[in-house]
């Protein structure tokens, strides 16, 4: 037992990091090297500077918590969004415990969350899940766009914060909970670039493009290169 | 069966071809051939290979089925929340699946395909603002177009238009010599009313050249008399090309990328000719589209800029009114509750939504203009765009889509609305036909016509005289 804790916290956590980073990034360089002009009809190169800054702003605005018309068009799951989407990024990169392992491997940490945050960010996420899954369900417009693949992203996204908080309860069958928890963590990490999740860095990539798209091509010369999204 | 006599995978090529596929009254022997019309996978499969890269298919991959486009969709809106008309499932279950099958597709596909590609789907764009992804399922529905039309699958009106950009470098069936005609027809019927009013055409270095729609002189050739008054008033220095003067692109509404091209050339060729220092278009919002905003991609220009600076029709006379070239007589300015129609191709694919606003602020007393209720990029589609007005198979679902834009009307209580777009004013009148709300609407140029201020120097000498 406690040599495949040793085993999953030593080598398959630098596997599992290395196969989420490389592959995010190899799917970022192919992203813009498939960029093509012609085919998109925008003229990125000559308008570089004005689509930078529709493209940066473009995925600015879409990272506040209403700050678009879009997200307060959707109130109710732009409030179950981004309690997801904030437990999703900040436990992961900040959290105590995580920072420990990645220190024994590394020689480096990032800063840690102060644990009582952390909890709550992480039963966020959960409730965020909960509720975007019963959505799927209850609302015909999601539903029939919905697939089982969508589920299992959100099973993905779920089990390493559920049993992660069942293992920081220190329950009976910790150990249990834990390993759990460490496999279903390097699970996401290693599925994320071939999957949806790709677009933990695919979604700036999508939004730098439309927004540099509106900034050079559709009428950032007269409205400004930042569309009032 | 492979390919019909009318219904195949050729564009229309000669006159005689254009001519017979029209006599095909509403395309009933076309719509009968597409039946038995076959799909070649292979090429359908080496196309999408070719042209579709990693930004469409990662919209496709990415798009997290969240369901935030639906409300920003006005036909999902107003055909009372049907889940196909979502736009994540219209487009994933029609390009979507070709990509997923490889090209693997059959005739009964295309076909509902082409139902969802023309009459699901405007191109507004209004989607892309509402994607938290930016997923611009307008952009993928006009890529869709264009598979679909390279293998027969396209309404019959539309194989028809952008045959006639083909053979007429025109959308409807006007020569270079008829369009001449008309220029002269016009400034000789007002040349009396607008003594030294003058259509120039072929004039080398002016300042404007002026682009517009075919059926202005096809069906409504006042509509060049008054953009040439309206010039002549402003004393611009200005011309129209003999050829190369047709601005819009039936072609980009039918997906036949390869016309759109040979109708954006044409244009570009007689800015190139004729070296004017701005090319002024019609009020019309596809044109500005096709010419201005996509032009340059299909003409090949690398910096995506059309060969000399291309204004549209409203930024011109923004600054018409703004410089004093045209003044209005205050006493004629509009006092009574009014509304503006914003056209997709030119506010929110272009920016110019403050042009519009700022000329109302020249013509319409303060306090009468009415916005509608969600308006500039955030407006919606008049109900007809991208082609869907003038698709007979598909009319019960435009009707159905003018919906829309009577509400916003309705809830503006104005009775008058001014529509500088071809589309959105045909839009507009069609629903004023099947709705009957009473309401009035017009292009720019007549309006502007009836309030300006007509300096002494331009009247008629007998006027001066008596």
């Known amino acids: 037992m406690a040599s495949f804790y040793a085993f999953l916290t030593g080598p398959a956590f630098v596997i599992s990091l290395l196969v989420f980073f490389v592959g995010l990034s190899v799917r970022l360089v192919r992203y813009f090297l498939g960029l093509d002009w012609r085919l998109e009809r925008v003229a990125y190169r000559p308008n ?42 900040l436990v992961p990169l900040f959290l105590i415990g995580h920072n420990v392992v990645l220190e024994e491997n590394f020689g480096f940490s990032l800063p840690s969350l102060p644990q009582g945050l952390a909890d709550l960010l992480a039963v966020l996420t959960v409730i965020g899940v909960f509720f975007i899954a019963a959505r799927r369900i209850a609302l015909p417009e999601v539903r029939i766009i919905t697939t089982g693949y969508d589920y299992f992203i959100l099973a993905l996204v779920a ?51 439309i927004g540099a798209d509106f900034a050079i091509k559709r009428g950032g010369h007269s409205r400004g290169a930042c569309f009032p999204w | 069966m492979p390919e019909g006599q009318f219904c195949n995978k050729k564009p229309v090529e000669t006159e005689e071809e254009l001519k017979a596929l029209l006599g095909d009254k509403g395309g009933k022997q076309y719509y009968e051939e597409m039946l038995q019309l076959d799909v070649d996978s292979d090429k359908l499969w080496e196309t999408v290979q070719k042209t579709c890269k990693s930004r469409t298919r990662t919209w496709l991959e990415i798009c997290a089925h969240c369901g935030m486009c639906a409300d920003s969709c006005f036909l999902y809106r107003v055909n009372e929340a049907d889940p196909e008309q979502v736009p994540a499932f219209k487009i994933q279950s029609t390009l979507g699946e070709i990509i997923k099958r490889k090209g693997k597709v059959d005739n009964a596909f295309m076909r509902r395909a082409m139902e969802f590609a023309w009459a699901r789907c405007t191109c507004c764009n209004r989607c892309s603002q509402f994607c938290p992804h930016g997923i611009d399922m307008g952009v993928m529905f006009s890529y869709l177009r264009g598979l679909l039309y390279s293998q027969g699958f396209v309404p019959w009106e539309l194989k028809i238009g952008s045959g006639m950009h083909r053979v007429y470098q025109a959308q409807m069936d006007v020569t270079s010599e008829d369009w001449v005609e008309t220029c002269e027809w016009m400034a000789e019927e007002n040349g009396e009313e607008w003594p030294g009013l003058e259509i120039p055409v072929d004039k080398e270095d002016a300042d404007i050249m002026y682009t ?69 278009g019609t009020e019309c919002g596809h044109a500005h589209r096709a010419s201005v905003i996509e032009g340059p991609y299909w003409a090949g220009r690398p910096d995506g800029r059309p060969p000399a600076e291309y204004i549209h029709y409203v930024q011109w006379l923004a600054e018409a009114l703004r410089e004093g070239k045209i003044k209005i007589d205050p006493a004629k300015r509009i006092k009574e509750k009014v509304t503006l129609q914003d056209a997709c191709n030119y506010v929110r694919n272009h920016g110019l939504a403050k042009y519009t606003r700022e000329i109302i602020s020249y013509i319409v007393e303060p306090g009468y203009f009415v ?78 016509l009836s309030m300006a201020i007509v300096p002494d120097h331009l009247k008629p000498q007998e006027e001066d005289e008596e």
């Open chain 1, 159 to 209: 089990l390493p914060f559920i049993t992660g908080l069942i293992a920081r309860m220190h329950w009976a069958g910790y150990d249990f909970w834990m390993i759990c928890h460490i496999i279903t963590g390097e699970l996401m990490l290693i599925l994320a670039p071939f999957t949806k999740l790709s677009h933990i860095a695919l979604y700036f990539a999508s939004r730098w493009q």
């Open chain 1, 48 to 89: 570089m500077e004005q689509g930078m800054k529709g493209g940066l702003w473009s995925i600015y605005k879409w990272l506040l918590p209403f700050g678009t018309a879009g997200w307060r068009a959707q109130p109710f799951f732009t409030i179950c969004f981004f309690m997801l989407h904030f437990g999703a990024v």
């Open chain 2, 371 to 448: 916005e509608m209720a969600t308006n500039r990029e955030y407006n919606y589609c008049c109900g007809g765009g991208g082609g869907f007005n003038g698709i007979g198979m598909f009319r019960k679902q435009r009707n159905v889509a003018l919906r829309t834009k009577r509400d916003q009307i309705l809830a503006t209580g104005a009775k008058l609305v001014i529509a500088p777009c071809h589309n959105c004013w045909d839009a507009i009148r069609d629903l004023e036909e099947e709705y009957e709300i009473g309401i009035r609407w017009t292009f720019l140029k007549p309006l502007i």
């Open chain 2, 212 to 280: 517009l729609n075919a059926r202005e002189p096809k069906h409504y050739p006042e509509d060049v008399a008054e953009a040439a008054i309206l010039f002549h008033l402003a004393g611009e220095n200005w011309t129209v090309p003999s050829k190369g003067w047709e601005q819009t692109s039936l072609a980009m509404f039918a997906g036949d990328w390869g016309a759109c091209k040979i109708a954006v050339d044409a244009v570009y060729d007689a800015a190139e000719r004729l070296r004017p220092k701005r090319i002024i």
